[in-house]
């Protein structure tokens, strides 16, 4: 159980495109999700907190215009990331809890390029 | 302020017993958790502290000094398999974690 999903695994886009980022909790809901960025041989940063239905929380210095989350249902949360520039390039990993009291089941992550 | 602190990088032979150390400063504690990952995947939980003491879980264990903001993972019997990054990571308020910048641990023959 509590097995998380995120679509697409890799992703090369043109720089100045927007790229959409899926996540899903396949078994379980999830009241909340985590979106975090890893860049090579770097920790993973909190970019922001996503509650179903209602608006993302943005961690500092994450711009939220740029960064736009979704969290439409219990199982599916969004990522997309509008003008893309090649320092956007990074691993993208989201992470599910059923409640707030509950651990965080991470995704696989997604690879994202910027040509 | 939040800041974590661990050692960047780990070497030990098959078989040995590894002690990666984690420091904390944060501005919320919940609890210190624990996570592998390999190069190009993502993290897996090893183990969660959320109480003072030892918590053991197959060859690897966890133990958690709030008091001195301390923690660490020992890893026992270490396998090829073990190398990989280690990272701690703070669990503050509203469920978020705070991870620690990793430790590389390479597991040589």
């Known amino acids: 159980g509590a097995v998380v999903s995120q679509h697409p695994s890799r992703v090369i886009c043109k720089s100045g495109t927007s790229v959409k980022i899926e996540c899903r909790s396949l078994d379980f809901q999830a009241t909340t999700m985590f979106w975090y960025r890893q860049f090579p041989k770097q920790s993973l940063m909190l970019m922001a907190t996503?509650?179903?239905?209602?608006?993302?929380?943005?961690e500092q210095g994450v711009e939220k215009d740029k960064f736009l989350i979704n969290h439409a249902s219990l199982t599916l949360s969004t990522l997309t990331v509008t003008s893309a520039h090649p320092e956007d390039s990074s691993f993208y990993i989201c992470?599910?809890?059923?409640?707030?009291?509950?651990?965080?089941?991470f995704g696989p992550g997604t690879r994202l390029t910027v040509t | 302020g939040q800041s974590l602190e661990q050692p960047s990088e780990v070497t030990a032979v098959e078989g040995a017993i590894v002690q990666i150390n984690c420091t904390y400063q944060?501005?919320?504690?919940?609890?210190l958790s624990w996570y592998q990952q390999h190069d190009g995947g993502a993290p897996t939980f090893l183990s969660y502290?959320?109480?003072?003491g030892l918590e053991e879980t197959g060859r690897f264990s966890s133990f958690l000094s709030r008091s001195d903001s301390y923690g660490y993972l020992l890893l026992q019997e270490l396998q090829m398999k073990d190398s990989a990054s280690y990272f701690c990571?703070?669990?503050?308020?509203?469920?978020?974690?705070?991870f620690g910048a990793g430790t590389r641990l390479a597991v040589h023959p």
């Open positions: 502290n959320g109480l003072d």
């Open positions: 992470s599910a809890s059923p409640t707030l009291q509950d651990e965080q089941y």
């Open positions: 944060t501005s919320g504690f919940y609890g």
């Open positions: 996503s509650n179903e239905g209602s608006k993302a929380t943005y």
């Open positions: 990571a703070v669990l503050g308020g509203y469920n978020k974690l705070i």
